[in-house]
């Protein structure tokens, strides 16, 4: 095992009396998909912005690079791409000169900088819309834009900071797509999304957290398989209090049960074998659902669904 790229020990971040990462512990290693996965208000954002040092640590040991954040924030932000989670875009200027003058930020000379926008164009599918400004263009080109500009310097490390908020699904999996190209080439990846198959998808290792603390971590398989069953038997009943009357009598099938508002989850290693005996019982749902175990299912299950408050 090489160096990590980003080591916390004990890491902490505090705004008075209101404590957002308490004292975590982690480590990025080169060349992963590294992720933060968790609900808004989890810390995630304020860890981004102290592993950015845009955001001083409060306590505990923080080391991006090998260098620390708080004497070598300049040679730090020198070697990172950020994606935030904000589109600050000029969206007055074109798609080029929005990447030139981001190249001129770093000291870039002006034929790399040349070369490097063309490269990068192509990487985000942006070549036809090199002269256009900004601020027509769709939510999906800006995104992958952001991530383009993120990338001029060549960065050991590429933040990306909720990189697929608000995109429809068609610019979401094309974003996926670059992210992925991005991986194959050995660029380090640090993510933060609440979205469950984002996480799935392009995380090689992550942390789930909640209420500024970390509640899991490893690979998306390693978690499910410690934190839920390989598959769910989802039981949708008629308006009313069937789900309560029908939970009472599934307890003992599957590992456990979950009584939702519009439905009842039975987390088994065999969902047909549930169900066979949920039919054995006489229970007789509007509707089933048997699918595999996912991300979701361990966060709601190790934050007691804090997400969807």
Request: hydrophobic share 40%; glycine share 8%.
């Amino acid at each position: 095992m090489s160096e990590p790229l980003v080591e916390a020990r004990g890491l902490t971040k505090t705004f008075g009396e209101f404590t957002a990462v308490a004292g975590i512990d982690f480590e990025v290693q080169p060349g992963e998909a590294f992720g933060f996965l968790g609900p808004n208000g989890a810390g995630k954002s304020s860890t981004m912005r102290m592993i950015g040092t845009v955001s001083p640590v409060t306590s505990g040991h923080l080391s991006v690079l090998g260098l620390d954040p708080a004497t070598d924030g300049p040679a730090i932000r020198a070697r990172l791409g950020v994606v935030p989670q904000e589109n600050n875009l000029d969206l007055e200027l074109s798609v080029y000169d929005n990447l030139f003058i981001y190249g001129r930020y770093f000291g870039l000379p002006r034929k790399e900088i040349d070369t490097r926008i063309k490269e990068l164009l192509a990487f985000a599918q942006l070549e036809e819309r090199a002269k256009d400004r900004v601020e027509p263009l769709s939510g999906g080109m800006k995104q992958r834009l952001l991530i383009a500009r993120g990338l001029i310097n060549r960065p050991d490390v590429l933040i990306l900071d909720e990189p697929t908020t608000g995109l429809d699904p068609q610019a979401r999996h094309l974003l996926w797509d670059r992210l992925y190209r991005l991986k194959r080439e050995g660029v380090t990846l640090i993510i933060t999304t609440h979205y469950m198959d984002e996480a799935e998808q392009l995380c090689d290792r992550l942390v789930i957290m909640d209420k500024g603390a970390i509640v899991a971590e490893g690979s998306p398989r390693d978690l499910i398989a410690a934190h839920s069953t390989r598959e769910v038997l989802e039981l949708r009943f008629p308006p009313g209090d069937e789900e309560d009357r029908a939970a009472e009598r599934l307890h003992g099938i599957g590992s456990r049960v979950e009584v939702l508002p519009d439905r009842v989850l039975v987390y088994a290693d065999d969902a047909d074998d549930a169900m066979a005996k949920v039919t054995a019982l006489s229970i007789t749902p509007e509707a089933t659902v048997s699918r595999r175990s996912t991300l979701e299912d361990v966060f709601l299950h190790l934050t007691g669904r804090s997400l969807v408050e």
